[in-house]
């Protein structure tokens, strides 16, 4: 009996140790058997809803021969180099089209590395719901890839575009948002931040809009390179409008994400130092009145007239950055109101401030919304004037 | 078949109580004759004819008619006290004796114990095997015609290795001596260090035929008394037929013998030898072997070198941190490499993906079966570098091992970051010397588990070593004192070296009864300074 | 009494109890459900109500010193009435345990390991801590010791390095929600995980100083609580609106970690962490089920029931539920309720019956 028992025993463990080492082997995938999508780009028919989806891929053994041989790695001329490749496919939506992707690919699509989602102007146009509501429903992408709105009609326009300093295009475009972000032109955001504006009832959500320009090189050849030209606006999830240069970076004093970057005025370019801003909200009954504080510091770096410095002209400085700066906002603040999407957040600062009421605001927020009054005030210091305190030439 | 194997290891655990009676059967002693040549007739048939043993036939003195022998076994005799100190007082200290001569024989031993023989160590004995075992430890025996008693007298005095550099156990600041195969060299050494009189050697005699002398060391007062009397107990016990090393004994009394890491430290040095025992512990000599063991052994041990105690303790607690890395890295590096290439390419950064993803274009084998093969290899180049003979051993450096890596880089077989895994890990397991073993074969199981679970595997793996770790105890202390369980004061020699002046007590895991090593408050200060009269001027 | 020979300091006492409040609290915040972005307000009365059933069971061990609740049932009980409520006590624990090993599961199916069946994955960890809870609770209370500072070093390091992703502002404004609303909230947070310690009722006869068990208990709970907290307050703060809408919001925040290209994909240290505490608070559940099946069943000792219990219950974590949805609507609804009459309900009213009964009397400590 004891020896029966001990025999069923050891099958027992037999059978249940086994599957260990037939396991495992389901989600074990080959780093060569995985296509690393850089970057994503979404054109939605605006007539069909269908969705089409751009792939662009890395070829590592692009990378492999150009990292290999030092200095062979910048291109000549107008011949950019082959680190990527792109792959398009169309569907009714979007996990149709990725069943599609084996099709005509020889590898499994690998998402968690994919730095930019493009969108289509089209496509943005009719709403990109589908793309959110795969994006937070599957946890294949990370939230902190870019959102990016592509100027031209189809996202597929803008991947393609190969720059030649960077190694792989999206890793490359993701690079230049985010420097344009601290050089406080246009916002970057991710998938979380537009998420998150996305589950606020009031605040619209924004994007940076990349557009393709053409160039000609210093031997007369031509070549086209990207470049971010805007903030797009939206309502839910679909684009009503967009910002341009001095209403985005308008909108980046006002909701504190300035970070270096310069003030030209006139006379003179100030480089910024640090720029602190608070959106106070007041409450009058019905009637919401914003407060936008924005306190800012910096450095003199150019100056234009020909004069030796004193405290006059430093007032003068500062009084000039004060009003390019709030009419940077201002032109932000008009926009919004004339897109009527709540770009700064107005409706949070209400509601963090006076909670309960709140809860009787919301619903009237769309009426609210165009009356608020809005007052910027900036103060601003001018902490070094450089080198030289006197002119070079003088008047 | 399992029924087999489950009855083989029943009868390897039984005690080996029932063994022991058998080999008390032949208690008979058998006694001394007073008839000189039935004495060595014995003695020359028990001890055969080799021609190392010597029978030294002579006569006390040149008058008389005593008959007497001299056995012994050459080689294992100092020569020159043979003949100076025994041969030549018996034979030429004629006047002594010829007054001597005329008293009863009986008595003529006991003269020749006490006044004629010029030698240290002398004891007698009627017992015939007593006579046989000693003179094979390298003793002379002395027989007289008509006494029943023989004399023996400690001669021992064989080429033994010079005290050299230890081989194993590098230290840069420390002393350089290092134990010998002689027992009583290393006795000597051991005393040299500690000079207390309580101080305790206790011997015993193990291994049917080897007989080999084991001395057990500690200091009374500090080392726990239960702590001895078990290691004695499981001493007693072993029933073999020869000790030869002292690993033959560390197989028979550890506690875990299937575990993967030492439950029973080994060193080489005596200033190694003697901390440990100044902290509470107990060490076993074994003649034959240059090593000494000390028990109890906890995990942290392995990461305590000599040098951290000579070193500054900045430098030193800096050290036990790089070496506690090196040892995680040289276990965890290929499977987490495995792991992350196979299952989880999300974990990397990005660019280094790029680059992996690059190397790993176009090759043949699967990642987890490609870090195998190169781990296979180095363990292959390891161990015969160790076993090659000397003049080979260059050849087959870890530098080697590189190029070889790089020429299977270049004909496409393994990728580039496979080689670099390999040998940072290569190179790092030798941090930790006594856990190299071990480190080898958990990196191997480590690197499978990754293969075919990936990380959930390894952390997996990782819980049963840790849970078997936190289990195991060495003479009854856990195995991860004392970081778990927790004592605060044994945190003063794990991962940091608390400045000498800061250790007061011994490491509480141990239990010494004595637990103060040295007043307290002992912090080097800079006396106050007296402005000098130079100064002023 | 025979069945454990082994004895635990309070401080690993304490340190156990960390481990086993991060449990499966580390990858899914407490009391997030219908709070919103006060959830760490929640969390915190949730951490009190949790003290409180502490102090309550905390009182029956100092009352029956180095009984398990299955001994003390069947003396305040009587033998027939006290093991069945001890079987009770023991569904509760086997319950438990495999519903954190759903959770496990679950979470495994969605982020890592889409394509290993759940099983296997079950089976291993429940292989590793059956052969923990098989060498003791002092081993495991050891092993707590290595485990719960690495984990606590994580949480502090991520965040840290989620400082410049957090907005104070998300947290705002405070008490958004109802009182009704929180209030319910904070006792699902004091079901999970606080007043989940109700299973060390089957530990605390093993600790070592029995007088100073409460103080060792709570300090455990305020820790781990605090940690807690500040972990939910942090999420909020980082994820904004997407710490309520996620499942995982410990693990989402931690993707958003980027420091400089090289520290990133920390998220890996938090699902380890994960593997680790949840190791930790499946082994303490196993190993109460376990022993208290032996105590109640009289057995010599509980290591032959060690493995066909760990089977049942992956088998009960594999088919539980059909899918997550059933799990979340459990989680947030039913369970707060069903575990009540155990956390609070068992505890509390042997605690009255013993004192009324003036138990224990002087002979029966030493049965």
Redesign the interface.
């Known amino acids: 009996m004891k020896r029966e028992k001990r025999i069923k025993i050891y099958v027992a463990m037999v059978l249940i140790i086994m599957p260990i080492f037939l396991s495992g082997c389901w989600d074990s995938h080959e780093l060569n058997k995985l296509s690393i999508v850089s970057g994503l780009g979404w054109d939605i028919d605006p007539d069909t809803g269908e969705v089409t989806l751009t792939y662009q891929s890395i070829i590592p053994s692009e990378i492999k021969s150009s990292s290999s041989s030092y200095g062979g790695g910048e291109p000549k001329g107008g011949s950019p180099l082959r680190t990527i490749k792109l792959d398009q496919d169309t569907g009714s939506s979007p996990y149709d089209v990725l069943s599609r992707y084996a099709q005509h690919a020889s590898r499994i699509p690998f998402y968690q590395h994919t730095q930019v989602y493009v969108f289509g102007k089209e496509g943005v146009q009719r709403g990109i719901y589908p793309f959110l509501d795969t994006q937070a429903r599957n946890p294949v992408s990370r939230p902190n890839a870019l959102m990016v709105v592509s100027a031209e009609k189809k996202a597929s326009d803008i991947l393609e575009i190969q720059d030649g300093l960077e190694n792989i295009q999206a890793f490359g475009m993701a690079a230049v948002i985010k420097l344009s972000a601290t050089f406080s032109k246009y916002p970057a955001v991710t998938v979380l931040q537009f998420q998150n504006r996305l589950l606020s009832k009031t605040t619209a959500p924004i994007a940076p809009m990349v557009g393709i320009f053409e160039e000609t090189g210093p031997e007369g050849e031509k070549s086209r390179k990207i470049r971010v030209i805007g903030t797009a606006v939206f309502k839910g999830d679909r684009m009503i409008g967009q910002l341009n240069e001095r209403e985005s970076s308008g909108l980046l004093w006002a909701i504190n994400k300035i970070k270096i970057g310069f003030v030209m005025i006139p006379e003179a370019s100030l480089e910024i130092v640090t720029a602190k801003s608070k959106i106070v909200p007041e409450l009058q009954g019905d009637q919401v009145k914003i407060t936008i504080e924005i306190d800012e510091e910096s450095n003199l770096v150019e100056y234009k007239g020909h004069q030796d410095m004193n405290s006059d002209i430093v007032q003068e400085l500062e009084k000039g950055q004060a009003k390019e700066i709030e009419s940077q906002v201002r032109a932000a603040v008009d926009k919004s109101f004339a897109l009527d999407a709540d770009v700064f957040g107005l409706g949070d600062a209400v509601h963090r401030k006076y909670k309960k009421e709140w809860k009787d605001l919301k619903p009237k927020w769309d009426d609210i919304y165009p009356r608020i009054e809005v007052v910027v005030k900036v103060k601003t210091h001018l902490n070094e004037i450089g080198d030289v305190n006197k002119a070079l030439i003088k008047d | 078949m399992f029924r087999l194997l489950s009855k083989k290891m029943r009868r390897w655990r039984t005690s080996s109580s029932d063994n022991q009676t058998q080999a008390k059967q032949n208690g008979s002693i058998r006694y001394l004759s007073k008839n000189l040549d039935g004495n060595l007739h014995i003695l020359r048939e028990e001890l055969g004819q080799s021609s190392d043993v010597i029978i030294r036939d002579m006569k006390i003195s040149s008058n008389s008619n005593v008959d007497a022998a001299v056995i012994y076994i050459d080689g294992l005799v100092d020569r020159n006290l043979v003949n100076h100190d025994i041969l030549q007082p018996l034979m030429f200290n004629l006047q002594v004796i010829k007054d001597n001569i005329n008293q009863k024989h009986s008595s003529l031993i006991d003269f020749i114990k006490s006044s004629v023989l010029t030698v240290g160590q002398i004891s007698g004995t009627e017992d015939i095997d007593k006579v046989i075992s000693n003179v094979l430890k390298g003793q002379t025996a002395i027989l007289l015609e008509g006494v029943t008693q023989a004399l023996l007298i400690d001669t021992k005095g064989w080429e033994t290795r010079n005290i050299e550099e230890p081989t194993n156990e590098v230290s840069i600041r420390g002393p350089k001596d290092s134990f010998t195969e002689t027992l009583r060299t290393n006795t000597a050494l051991l005393r040299r260090k500690i000079r207390d009189p309580r101080l305790t050697f206790q011997s015993l005699q193990i291994g049917e035929r080897s007989k080999t002398d084991v001395a057990v060391a500690y200091i009374k007062g500090i080392t726990p008394d239960h702590l001895i009397s078990e290691i004695n107990q499981r001493l007693k016990r072993i029933d073999t037929d020869a000790i030869l090393d002292v690993g033959y004994i560390e197989q028979f009394i550890e506690d875990s013998p299937a575990s993967l890491f030492p439950t029973v430290g080994i060193t080489q040095r005596p200033d190694v030898l003697a901390a440990k025992i100044l902290e509470g512990r107990a060490a076993i000599l074994v003649d034959g072997s240059p090593m000494a063991l000390t028990m109890p052994f906890l995990f942290i041990e392995g990461f305590q070198n000599p040098d951290d105690y000579y070193a500054r303790p900045f430098f030193a607690s800096a050290i036990r941190w790089l070496r506690l890395l090196g040892f995680i890295l040289s276990i965890y590096l290929p499977g987490i490499f495995v792991s992350l290439t196979a299952f989880h390419p999300e974990l990397f950064p990005t660019q280094l993906l790029v680059s992996v993803a690059a190397a790993r274009e176009g090759l043949p084998f699967p990642v987890a079966i490609e870090a195998l093969l190169m781990l296979s290899l180095f363990e292959i180049l390891r161990e015969a570098g160790l076993r090659m003979p000397r003049s080979l051993g260059q050849a087959v450096s870890i530098v080697g091992a590189l190029v070889i890596g790089q020429a299977a880089v270049s004909a496409g077989l393994v990728g580039a970051p496979m080689v670099i895994v390999v040998a940072a890990t290569a190179i790092a397991s030798f941090l930790v010397v006594p856990y190299a073993d071990a480190g080898a074969l958990l990196r191997f199981a480590m690197t499978i588990v990754a293969g075919f679970l990936g990380l959930f595997g390894m952390v997996i793996i990782q819980l049963e070593i840790l849970s078997y770790l936190a289990a195991l105890r060495s003479l009854g202390v856990p195995y991860l004192s004392p970081v778990a369980p927790l004592n605060i004061r044994g945190l003063k020699d794990t991962l940091i070296r608390a400045p000498l002046w800061a250790m007061d007590s011994r490491p509480a895991s141990l239990e010494s009864p004595d637990m103060r090593r040295q007043s307290p408050g002992q912090m080097p200060r800079v006396p106050k300074a007296k402005p000098s009269k130079r100064e002023g001027q | 009494m025979f069945l454990e020979k082994g004895r635990i ?1 309070n ?2 006492l304490s340190v156990l109890i960390i481990g086993f409040v991060f449990g499966s609290s580390v990858i899914s915040s407490p009391g997030g459900e219908g709070a919103g972005h006060d959830a760490w307000i929640a969390c915190t009365l949730g951490l009190v109500e949790g003290l409180l059933i502490a102090w309550i069971f905390t009182a029956l061990t100092k009352q029956f010193k180095d009984k398990t609740i299955m001994e003390i049932n069947s003396l305040v009980y009587g033998k027939i009435l006290g093991k069945c409520i001890s079987l009770l006590f023991i569904w509760y624990l086997f319950h438990l345990s495999a519903l954190v090993l759903t959770n496990y599961g679950q979470f ?1 199916k ?8 759940k ?3 079950l ?3 429940m ?2 801590c059956a ?2 809870v098989g ?2 609770i ?2 495991l ?7 719960v500072p690495l984990t606590i070093l994580v949480v502090f390091a991520d965040t840290f390095l989620l400082i410049p992703h957090m907005d104070l ?1 998300n947290l ?2 405070v ?2 929600v109802p009182i009704g609303k929180l209030l319910l909230a904070s006792h699902g947070a004091a079901s999970f995980p606080f007043a989940e310690t109700v299973a060390f009722l089957m530990v605390l006869a093993f600790v070592n100083k029995p007088g100073k068990v409460p103080a060792a208990v709570s300090r455990g709970l305020l820790i781990a609580g605090f940690i807690l907290i500040m972990v939910v307050a942090r999420n909020a703060a980082a ?4 710490a309520v ?2 499942n995982y919001p410990t693990y ?1 925040v931690a ?2 970690i ?1 420091v400089g ?2 520290l ?2 920390l998220e ?1 240290a938090v ?2 962490n994960l ?2 505490m949840g ?1 930790i608070k499946i082994s303490v559940l196993y190993y109460g089920t376990v022993l208290g099946l032996a105590q109640v069943f009289n057995l010599r000792s509980y290591r032959p029931i060690i493995l066909p219990v760990g089977i049942l219950m992956v088998i009960l974590a594999l088919t539980n539920v059909g899918n997550t949805l059933e799990m979340l609507n459990f989680a947030k609804k039913g369970y707060p309720i069903y575990a009540i009459p155990f956390q609070i309900g068992i505890p509390l009213i042997t605690l009255v019956v013993a004192k009324l009964r003036r138990l224990p009397q002087k002979g029966e400590l030493d049965a």
Do not use: H, K
């Open positions: 300091s401080f690993q495994f969605l982020e890592i390991y889409p394509a290993t069946p099983t296997l994955e089976l291993l960890l292989l590793v052969s923990t060498r003791g002092e081993v209370a050891r092993l707590c010791l290595i485990l502002n705002m404004p008490l958004d994820l904004g609106q997407m809408v996620t989402l993707q958003v980027d290209d090289i990133t994909r890996v699902a380890i593997i680790t190791f």
